[in-house]
Nanobody, 116 residues
Framework: QVQLEESGGGLVQAGGSLRLSCTGSGRTFSAYTLGWFRQAPGKERTFVAAITWDSSSTAYADSVKGRFAISRDNAKNTVYLQMNSLKPEDTAVYYC?????????WGQGTQVTVSS
């Protein structure tokens, strides 16, 4: 069982930056692939970024490539999402995800609002 808690969301102007954090519980947290997803009002939840357990590989949605960066610190059971050059269309609730062997765990989400 893994419990996830996101933080770092807020209101920012277009062009600004935010760093989201997600801290997890559980002895095997470091073994999970970790990711970020987002859900805008009235839309489905979509993939943003992911990172393997050892940080050897990352993946990004095309819409955030070159602007967002995912990283993790297994010693702190934390995954980060650095978001730069934010756009109004990045406005959404951002969710942290931990996945391993077909099991998925989700945080409760943190709101990111980008004003134009």
């Amino acid at each position: 069982q893994v419990q996830l808690e996101e933080s770092g969301g807020g209101l920012v102007q277009a062009g600004g930056s935010l760093r989201l954090s997600c801290t997890g519980s559980g002895r095997t947290f470091s073994a999970y692939t970790l990711g970020w997803f987002r859900q805008a009002p009235g839309k489905e939840r979509t993939f943003v970024a992911a990172i393997t357990w050892d940080s050897s590989s990352t993946a990004y949605a095309d819409s955030v490539k070159g602007r967002f960066a995912i990283s993790r610190d297994n010693a702190k059971n934390t995954v980060y999402l650095q978001m730069n050059s934010l756009k109004p269309e990045d406005t959404a609730v951002y969710y942290c995800n931990a996945a391993r062997f077909g099991y998925d765990y989700w945080g409760q989400g943190t709101q990111v609002t980008v004003s134009s």
